[in-house]
Nanobody, 125 residues
Framework: QEQLVESGGGLVHSGGSLRLSCAAS????????IGWFRRAPGKEREAIGC????????YYADSMKGRFTISRDNANGTVDLQGNSLKPEDTAIYYC??????????????????WGQGTQVTVSS
């Protein structure tokens, strides 16, 4: 099965920045879309944004626009999530996902084939 591994999580002060990376295993197949999601304590999972492997186009959830940016590192074959001006309410487990779908379908309807294990991000006051 596809192996997706998130890295870069940790503790950051309010107002700080953090970059997460999503890497596929060596034997993984290419997928059309890679997305980032998060699940905060006591809340449902929510989409952050998704990126197309075809043309690099992105789709962001409305509430995530501005502070979060998804980019593809073509040299390393990873998809990164940059978070800026982080707030305590950004504390969550962050997941990357892969799917044979479109960026809108993944981010809006959670059309996902594989999930990473998640990485914890904690933002202190």
């Amino acid at each position: 099965q596809e192996q997706l591994v998130e890295s870069g999580g940790g503790l950051v002060h309010s107002g700080g920045s953090l970059r997460l990376s999503c890497a596929a295993s060596f034997f993984s197949l290419p997928y059309y879309v890679i997305g980032w999601f998060r699940r905060a304590p006591g809340k449902e999972r929510e989409a952050i944004g998704c990126i197309s492997s075809r043309d690099g186009s992105t789709y962001y959830a409305d509430s995530m626009k501005g502070r979060f940016t998804i980019s593809r590192d073509n040299a390393n074959g990873t998809v990164d999530l940059q978070g800026n001006s982080l707030k305590p309410e950004d504390t969550a487990i962050y997941y990357c996902a892969a799917g044979m779908t479109t960026i809108a379908a993944m981010c809006v309807y959670t059309e996902v084939d594989y999930w990473g294990q998640g990485t914890q991000v904690t933002v202190s006051s």
